[in-house]
């Protein structure tokens, strides 16, 4: 298969632990996306990279949260002392880019957090 | 700033009818749009996008959606509903000129009832 796969699928945590996602995007995708879903609502922008360089980042994206993308490959998701508030799913997505931004972006199943 | 709008929360149709998720949106710039359909515990597919063209994109599994400039719409339609339709389905636009974030729904529910 070669679509986007997150690791791990799920996540439990005490409050407070840091805890560590990781994102494998289709091979030859340039483009990758950070999402968080809370139940009911539709996935929220968090950061995106084109190759290695992340060039946008949401507010929602607190001092606790830091994501990379190293040789412009898989890219990892950190939360620092987490908090009951980070629970979510976590979703990454990757696209290969056309001129103009209309590209589709890829999503894999997604990292379910849950912070006790 | 960009917004989409869901306006239903949940749709509920019978098998063999014609369904239609609604989807309206605000963008300042050229709209690009998708659908994504959600199953439990799963990511998003993507079903279809308008980026220019023909008003009506036709997609995956026998989707389409037309795209109405003057009524900033893009609603998801379907001639004939299968129960396996059922699912989450979200709406997301994006422009030319806002970077690349993606901004979504809040997601419409379908159920097809057999």
């Known amino acids: 298969d070669t679509g986007v796969s997150q690791d791990p699928r799920h996540k439990i945590t005490k409050r407070g632990q840091n805890v560590t996602f990781r994102c494998d995007p289709i091979?030859?995708?340039?483009?990758l996306y950070w999402y968080r879903q809370t139940l009911g609502q539709g996935p929220e922008f968090l950061t995106y990279f084109q190759n290695e360089a992340q060039l946008e980042k949401s507010r929602l994206l607190s001092d606790r949260f830091s994501a990379e993308r190293p040789k412009g490959s898989f890219s990892t998701l950190e939360i620092q002392r987490t908090e009951q508030g980070d629970s979510a799913m976590y979703l990454c997505?990757?696209?290969?880019?056309?001129?103009?931004?209309?590209?589709?972006?890829?999503f894999g199943p997604g990292t379910r957090l849950l912070v006790l | 700033a960009q917004s989409v709008a869901q306006p239903e929360d949940q749709v509920n149709v019978a098998e063999g009818n014609p369904l239609t998720v609604k989807c309206t949106y605000s963008v300042s710039g050229n709209p690009y749009l998708f659908w994504y359909v959600q199953y439990p515990n799963r990511g998003l597919q993507f079903l279809l996008k308008?980026?220019?063209?023909?008003?009506l994109v036709k997609g995956s599994y026998g989707f389409e959606a037309e795209f109405n400039k003057s009524q900033t719409s893009f609603h998801l339609k379907k001639p004939s509903a299968l129960v396996s339709d059922s699912a989450l389905y979200f709406c997301?636009?994006?422009?030319?000129?806002?970077?690349?974030?993606?901004?979504f729904g809040a997601g419409t529910r379908l159920f097809v009832k057999a």
């Open positions: 091979s030859e995708h340039n483009r």
């Open positions: 308008y980026i220019t063209g023909d008003n």
């Open positions: 997505a990757s696209s290969l880019d056309l001129a103009g931004g209309g590209e589709t972006q890829y």
């Open positions: 997301a636009v994006r422009t030319n000129t806002g970077g690349f974030k993606t901004i």
